[in-house]
């Protein structure tokens, strides 16, 4: 199966992609080629885009995420920039399962990436973006909470989180499921 090719043509169309941020020092010789109705501000180069804006996430029937080093949260109220390769977007749509689900579990931050993502090891169920959301919500809890713990049977806490948000994102089994099984 071919890969649909990206470009400044065709990037904005249903498109999931990830991109770093970048310091402001590293465009201020760029040219801006195109200026969305958002306020959104793009650069074409032969080998990706720059995108200088103040809304991350959610951009129309894209899903377009910054990933900075920076300790700011992208807080979609001040502009940031960030740089994507055109081979760095994916097909992006509502229906088909195209997202999983990542935990790092230092920092029990949780987030979805793109099936055609390089790192994705097949291990992690495939979901809609729906049901991702809904899975995300549901780890988001037991990572954040301990209420949904109380008429289990366990040792550690922290262990038994693991143990369930790793069921969550390899196994298609219900949160009430595996909590079932737990009592």
Not at 37 to 47: I, L, P, R
Not at 96 to 111: A, K, S
Not at 155 to 179: G, P, Q
Request: aromatic share 14%.
């Amino acid at each position: 199966m071919t890969s649909k090719k990206y470009n400044k043509t065709n990037f904005h169309k249903h498109t999931f992609c990830e991109f770093t941020e970048v310091d402001s020092m590293t465009v201020s010789e760029l040219k801006w080629d195109y200026k969305s109705k958002s306020g959104s501000s793009y650069s074409f180069t032969n080998e990706g885009v720059y995108r200088i804006s103040n809304h991350w996430g959610r951009a129309a029937n894209c899903r377009w995420r910054l990933i900075s080093n920076s300790n700011l949260k992208v807080n979609n109220s001040q502009a940031r920039i960030g740089y994507a390769k055109w081979s760095d977007f994916y097909p992006n749509n509502e229906t088909e399962n195209l997202f999983y689900i990542e935990v790092n579990f230092n920092t029990n931050e949780v987030t979805f990436q793109h099936k055609n993502n390089p790192k994705y090891n097949s291990k992690a169920v495939l979901r809609n973006a729906s049901e991702t959301a809904k899975v995300i919500r549901q780890i988001k809890e037991i990572l954040e909470t301990d209420a949904w713990a109380k008429y289990l049977d366990f040792e550690n806490l922290d262990e038994l989180r693991k143990e369930i948000c790793i069921k969550l994102i390899e196994t298609s089994i219900s949160f009430a499921e595996i909590k079932r099984s737990l009592l």
